[in-house]
């Protein structure tokens, strides 16, 4: 049974979409597009160049204009990101960048211009791609749509641990409010939001390990029906 083209992963934050993800991409032997890091590379560029966030006009100019890299890594290497020449893969991270992104993303032209990016990557490949509208949005042909669930206290204990895991000091009910805020944010914004595409097949990863979502993903994938 031939694979599909391309698969799409969707979820809230700190779901384990870009974990799952890599995972997946690696033992299908496919690329993998994490959608959130580009959003984070061009929130990183607007503050660089000093950007106003209620901008449009020049967001939607620097989204459109952006030369965005994802360049192939080896199967045992976490994906690198460079804007305009510049390797971002750790700067994106920043607490800036955190707390700016969703009004980046938020910006319907920008996302316009992102999407259409996104689909150019995946055209011609086979890609696994997360985010939080591929399914809906970026990628609605795409024979395999998942939608990644969590609770959000486990959401955010996970993000604890990854803050801890880097030497980051961050205080639970932090993380906690953050992500709550996000989640009102991504579910009812008027592009694109955040929800499951009606053919999306839900899977809870609370009390899972990344790698036994991903198997999840990688038999489904082996069993959907490709044209």
Same mark, same amino acid.
């Given at each position: ?15 384990? +979409? ?8 690696? $033992? ?13 590379? /061009? ?17 939607? #100019? ?7 890299? /994802? ?10 990101? /460079? ?35 996104? $689909? ?5 490949? #086979? ?17 395999? +749509? ?6 959000? +206290?486990?959401?955010? $204990? ?7 895991? #880097? ?54 994938? +082996? ?5």
């Amino acid at each position: 049974m031939p694979s599909p083209a391309s698969i799409a992963i969707d979820g809230s934050a700190a779901v384990g +979409k870009s974990t799952v993800g890599r995972i997946v991409a690696t $033992r299908l032997g496919y690329r993998f597009i994490d959608t959130g890091e580009m959003y984070r590379a /061009l929130t990183w560029l607007a503050l660089r160049q000093g950007i106003p966030m209620d901008d449009v006009a020049s967001l939607a #100019k620097l989204a459109g204009g952006a030369k965005i890299d /994802l360049p192939p890594q080896p199967d045992d290497a976490l994906g690198s990101i /460079l804007i305009n020449g510049l390797d971002v893969t750790d700067a994106i991270h920043g607490a800036a960048v955190e707390a700016c992104v969703p009004q980046v993303s938020g910006v319907p032209s920008v996302r316009e211009a992102m999407a259409a990016r996104q $689909r150019s990557m995946a055209r011609g490949a #086979k890609v696994v791609m997360a985010g939080r509208d591929i399914g809906t949005v970026v990628l609605p042909q795409a024979a395999l +749509k998942v939608f990644l669930t969590a609770p959000l +206290k486990e959401r955010a $204990r996970r993000r604890h641990i990854e803050q801890q895991g #880097k030497g980051l000091e961050a205080a639970y009910e932090a993380i906690l409010a953050d992500l709550a805020r996000r989640d009102e944010i991504d579910t009812h914004r008027p592009v694109s939001p955040l929800r499951p595409a009606a053919d999306a097949r839900v899977i809870d990863t609370e009390g899972q390990t990344p790698e036994q979502v991903a198997g999840a993903i990688v038999k489904l994938a +082996k069993e959907v029906d490709c044209p």
